[in-house]
């Protein structure tokens, strides 16, 4: 399962707090714990409360390139932001994201092109997120045509059936695992699916957020996910993660089979 | 048709045995002779075994080929280098079985250094598979060949930290067998690696079954590694070796058959076990061997 680490998001107080300071060591740190949690990506944003989001886009960036060269997760909504922070990407970098708005789309799928990036697509448009896996599904296939349309692998594509938090939005989570489940079948190479897990558990209490979390990440990953942005430091997450994968045969058992997929 | 061409994410460790003249076994990045997706920088290789006294359970067609060498280690290594072009000599310390000669670890430790005086090619030293006797023995005998960089064995989930540790501190590479359990085997890597013993120092053994006695069922474990080795499980991204001589002359068919049944026997298991991604192939019979570097050498080039 390929895993994006959340934790770089100006929506948490620390990283907030750093971009101001310019306090790299914050940012380094974060960057380094992540990737020891075994994340293949970082997400990358700003936050929303940035006064000058392209100059902290910059200094993100050039602050994580300078412990590491994994793939980051551009996640911004401006454009401008956006492709100054793909351009700055050593490794193979990602957009997050597009919707299934004609302009996102046209806009996105270019920069996509031109940065050789992969890209996450919200099965959102400017009504906001459908109620069900139908109207899901109708926008997924609109991101995947537009897709092939700038000659992009649907393979690169990552599909985001947009999980809202279950204290408000109770019935969505069984429409966001049957859109996982058959987004497979939109195109060849199947697009891939992702989700931003922690949305499900946003405004919850915080004593059940870890264990909402990963039941949900379980029930996702037994309808066939293939990528998650989450909180890789959180450990009964992650062992839950790895257990999950390997009763879908994703590893094969051994008693430590905890400790070896902590060792790939 | 378009050949779908296999592009794996991982590949196989490459493990370095022997120290005057080296060789490199694994590095595989695909499976072994598939026209196109083989990236298989060393071709497997062939040890014979050595025995450190006669081997009373070989039938004569096997023993006439080394007449009395049989009765001198060395001199048994030395032909089986210059006479019969074994890439590696694999030293069966037999007789250090308490229920044969019970000979004591410096003995086994002055036949190994006999061997490795006689002959310079890398070694794989292997004890009389007494558990406690050979935790004795390995340990002794790993230190006297410090530096020389052999393959020992056997390390199994019940009996792997003596031998695991003597490894380590004398800088040789060792052999972890679970026999044809994928699962124990990947268990049993981890936890020798678990005692900072080096992933790339590890040569596994599934067992080996002849052909007739298990074959396909080993076969097809050692493929399942292999092919979890290469899609990145990095517990089994090991090298194998397979004791095809010891399993093929223990068949009845090849120990009574008509005079070549049993290298037919040796060949067959071999040449099978090769497809199944085996590095190390440990055998007997000399014209056995023969045949199979040629069929190594033809599937290679």
């Given at each position: 399962m390929f895993l994006i680490g959340e934790?770089?998001?100006?929506?948490?107080k620390d990283v907030a707090k750093a971009i101001k300071e310019k306090d790299k060591s914050v940012i380094q740190g974060l960057a380094l714990k992540q990737i020891s949690c075994k994340a293949n990506a970082l997400d990358v944003n700003v936050g929303?409360?940035?006064?000058n989001p392209k100059e902290a886009m910059e200094w993100l960036v050039k602050t994580i390139k300078e412990v590491t060269d994994i793939s980051l997760?551009?996640?911004?909504?401006?454009q401008d932001v956006m492709e100054l922070g793909l351009s700055l990407c050593k490794s193979k970098p990602i957009i997050n994201s597009v919707n299934a708005n004609e302009e996102k789309m046209n806009s996105l799928f270019s920069l996509a092109k031109k940065y050789n990036a992969s890209i996450i697509g919200l099965t959102m448009d400017k009504a906001g997120i459908p109620k069900d896996s139908e109207g899901r599904m109708e926008l997924a296939m609109k991101i995947v045509a537009s897709c092939v349309e700038y000659g992009i692998d649907t393979n690169e594509l990552y599909l985001d059936a947009v999980i809202l938090p279950v204290n408000v939005a109770q019935s969505h989570a069984k429409e966001v695992l049957k859109t996982i489940r058959d987004?497979?079948?939109?195109?060849d190479p199947a697009p891939k699916t992702v989700l931003g897990l922690s949305n499900v558990s946003q405004g919850s209490s915080a004593e059940y957020k870890s264990l909402i979390n990963r039941t949900f990440l379980t029930m996702a990953i037994a309808n066939g996910l293939d990528a998650a942005i989450l909180d890789v430091t959180d450990k009964e997450l992650m062992d839950s993660l790895i257990t999950a994968e390997l009763l879908m045969e994703k590893q094969l058992y051994c008693d430590s089979y905890l400790e070896a997929y902590r060792k790939k | 048709m378009e050949r779908l061409i296999e592009k794996w994410q991982d590949k196989i460790s490459e493990v370095v045995i022997g120290a005057k003249k080296p060789i490199k076994i694994g590095g595989e990045t695909g499976i072994y002779f598939i026209d196109g997706e083989d990236k298989c920088p060393n071709p497997p290789v062939v040890a014979m075994e050595v025995w450190d006294m006669e081997p009373e359970s070989w039938p004569e067609v096997l023993k006439s080929n080394f007449g009395n060498a049989l009765k001198d280690p060395g001199e048994w290594a030395k032909l089986c280098v210059d006479k019969f072009s074994a890439d590696l000599i694999c030293l069966r310390l037999?007789?250090?079985?308490p229920d044969s000669k019970n000979t004591s670890s410096e003995e086994a430790g002055k036949t190994l250094e006999k061997i490795l005086k006689a002959v310079s090619v890398p070694l794989i030293v292997i004890g009389g598979l007494s558990p406690e006797k050979d935790n004795e023995v390995m340990a002794h005998c790993a230190n006297a060949a410090k530096g020389e960089n052999c393959l020992f064995g056997i390390a199994t989930q019940d009996n792997y930290k003596t031998l695991t540790a003597a490894c380590l501190s004398a800088g040789h590479s060792i052999i972890s067998e679970a026999p044809i359990d994928i699962n124990i085997a990947k268990q049993l890597n981890i936890l020798i690696c678990d005692m900072?013993?080096?992933?790339?120092?590890i040569v596994i053994h599934h067992a080996t079954g002849a052909l007739g006695y298990g074959l396909e069922y080993t076969y097809s474990i050692m493929e399942r590694t292999r092919l979890a080795g290469l899609s990145g499980d990095k517990m089994l991204s090991m090298p194998m070796i397979s004791f095809v001589g010891q399993e093929a002359w223990r068949a009845k068919e090849a120990k009574t058959g008509a005079k070549d049944t049993g290298v037919l026997w040796e060949i067959a298991t071999a040449t099978a076990y090769l497809n199944s991604g085996a590095d190390i192939l440990v055998m007997n019979h000399p014209k056995a061997v023969s045949e199979v570097k040629k069929a190594i050498n033809n599937f290679t080039n």
């Open positions: 934790r770089i998001n100006g929506m948490f929303p409360a940035s006064s997760a551009i996640d911004t909504t401006k987004s497979k079948m939109l195109a | 037999a007789s250090t079985h900072q013993f080096p992933a790339d120092k």
